[in-house]
T-cell receptor, first 111, second 114 residues
Framework: NAGVTQTPKFRVLKTGQSMTLLCAQD?????MYWYRQDPGMGLRLIHY???????AKGEVPDGYNVSRLKKQNFLLGLESAAPSQTSVYFC??????????FGSGTRLTVV | AQSVTQLGSHVSVSEGALVLLRCNYS??????LFWYVQYPNQGLQLLLK??????LVKGINGFEAEFKKSETSFHLTKPSAHMSDAAEYFC????????????FGQGTELSVKP
C-alpha cells in the first residue's frame, strides 16, 4: 500500500544507547518531517527536509540528528538516548501543494 | 508567529449529543487549517481541511468545521456523537516557513458517554 512506513513500531532503549528510526514513503514526496508527540503538547517538529540531501532543524532538535540520502527515506537518529526522549514519534510527508500523509508512529521508551 | 489554541483538553458528551471542539488560530497570512483525529495507539487521520475555498468544510464521519476569519476560529462540530467518536482531536495550521510544517494545537480528548 502506498503511504508512509515507520520502523520500528515499538522500542525500549537504555539511557545512553543509540538508535535510528526509519521513515519510508513511496509517493515521491519532496517534503518530509519528524514530529514527537507528548501528552498535552500536541505534535512538535523535530527536523524536516525539503528535498533529497537537505535537512533542517525544527522546534525541538536537540539530541536528534537526521539524514535524507534518498528521496524516499528520512532517518531520525538518537546518538545517546535520554529519558526525556521517551515519546511517540511520527513521520509525515507531502508534495508541494498537497496534503500531508502520516506514518503510524514509533513508541519509544528510554529507561 | 503562527499558533493554534484548542480550548479544553478534555470534552465529554453523551451519545447523540452535539460535539463542539474549539480551535483558534493566529496567522499573519491566510491560513490553511486542518483537523486530525487520533484513535488510541494509532496514527493521525485527516478529518477535514480548509484551503481558502468554502468557509464551511465537510469532512469524514459526519464532522464539519466553519472558518470564521473575524473570530480567528475553526471549530469542529458533529450534530450527534457516536461512541466510536471517542478519540483525541488535533487542530493544525500550515506554517509559512520550515518547509510548510504543520503547527498543532495541544489536542482535545473527546469522551462519549452511553
Amino acid at each position: 500500500n502506498a503511504g508512509v512506513t515507520q520502523t520500528p513500531k515499538f522500542r525500549v532503549l537504555k539511557t545512553g544507547q543509540s538508535m535510528t528510526l526509519l521513515c519510508a514513503q513511496d509517493m515521491n514526496h519532496e517534503y518530509m518531517y519528524w514530529y514527537r508527540q507528548d501528552p498535552g503538547m500536541g505534535l512538535r517538529l523535530i527536523h524536516y527536509s525539503v528535498g533529497e540531501g537537505t535537512t533542517a532543524k525544527g522546534e525541538v532538535p536537540d539530541g536528534y540528528n537526521v539524514s535524507r540520502l534518498k528521496k524516499q527515506n528520512f532517518l531520525l537518529g538518537l546518538e545517546s538516548a535520554a529519558p526525556s526522549q521517551t515519546s511517540v514519534y511520527f513521520c509525515a510527508s507531502r508534495r508541494q501543494g498537497y496534503g500531508y500523509t502520516f506514518g503510524s508512529g514509533t513508541r519509544l521508551t528510554v529507561v | 508567529a503562527q499558533s493554534v489554541t484548542q480550548l479544553g483538553s478534555h470534552v465529554s458528551v453523551s451519545e447523540g449529543a452535539l460535539v463542539l471542539l474549539r480551535c483558534n488560530y493566529s496567522s499573519s497570512v491566510p491560513p490553511y487549517l486542518f483537523w486530525y483525529v487520533q484513535y488510541p495507539n494509532q496514527g493521525l487521520q485527516l478529518l477535514l481541511k480548509y484551503t481558502s475555498a468554502a468557509t464551511l468544510v465537510k469532512g469524514i464521519n459526519g464532522f464539519e468545521a466553519e472558518f470564521k476569519k473575524s473570530e480567528t476560529s475553526f471549530h469542529l462540530t458533529k450534530p450527534s456523537a457516536h461512541m466510536s467518536d471517542a478519540a483525541e482531536y488535533f487542530c493544525a495550521v500550515r506554517g509559512y516557513n520550515q518547509g510548510g510544517k504543520l503547527i498543532f494545537g495541544q489536542g482535545t480528548e473527546l469522551s462519549v458517554k452511553p
